[in-house]
Each structure stands twice: as C-alpha cells, then as structure tokens.
C-alpha cells in the first residue's frame, strides 16, 4: 500500500511533466544560443575588415600585375 502512494505519482512525473520540463528546456536553450554573443560580434567584425584589407591588397597586386606582365591572366596552354 505504501509503494502505491509514491509509485503513482513517480509514474505521473516521469509520463507527463519530464517530457514537457525537458522539451521546454531545450527550447529555451535553442532560442538563446540563436543570437550571437559579443565575442561572436566582435569575430565577425575582425573577420569582415580582414576581408576587406585582402580586397583591396589582391586589387593592387592584380594592377600591378596588370602594368608589368599584361598576359598573366591568360591561361598557358
């Protein structure tokens, strides 16, 4: 009689409020880590003015290129 008062209401927590408790959990985690934190942010910044720096160096390399050896786009057979 006893095992039956606390297996009963085990049985109800494990069937119906962890499969909630857990799925509302994992949205909650979902949700927060769809934004970036600030370190991420910063990241993307460093990385986009990187990118530019490479741009404009590879255009001035290609004019230079360009200027002293005019055929080096042209594929060598």
């Given at each position: 009689?006893?095992?039956?008062?606390?297996?009963?209401?085990?049985i109800?927590?494990?069937v119906?409020?962890?499969?909630?408790?857990?799925?509302?959990?994992?949205?909650?985690?979902?949700?927060?880590?769809?934004?970036?934190?600030?370190?991420?942010?910063?990241m993307?910044?460093?990385?986009?003015?990187?990118?530019k720096?490479?741009e404009?160096?590879?255009?001035?390399?290609?004019?230079?290129?360009?200027a002293?050896?005019?055929?080096?786009?042209?594929?060598?057979?």
């Amino acid at each position: 009689m006893f095992h039956a008062f606390f297996f009963v209401p085990v049985i109800v927590f494990l069937v119906i409020v962890a499969p909630i408790w857990l799925v509302l959990h994992y949205v909650t985690r979902w949700r927060s880590s769809r934004t970036l934190s600030r370190e991420d942010e910063r990241m993307l910044v460093d990385l986009w003015e990187s990118a530019k720096r490479m741009e404009l160096r590879i255009q001035t390399l290609e004019k230079i290129l360009d200027a002293e050896a005019p055929q080096w786009r042209r594929p060598t057979p």
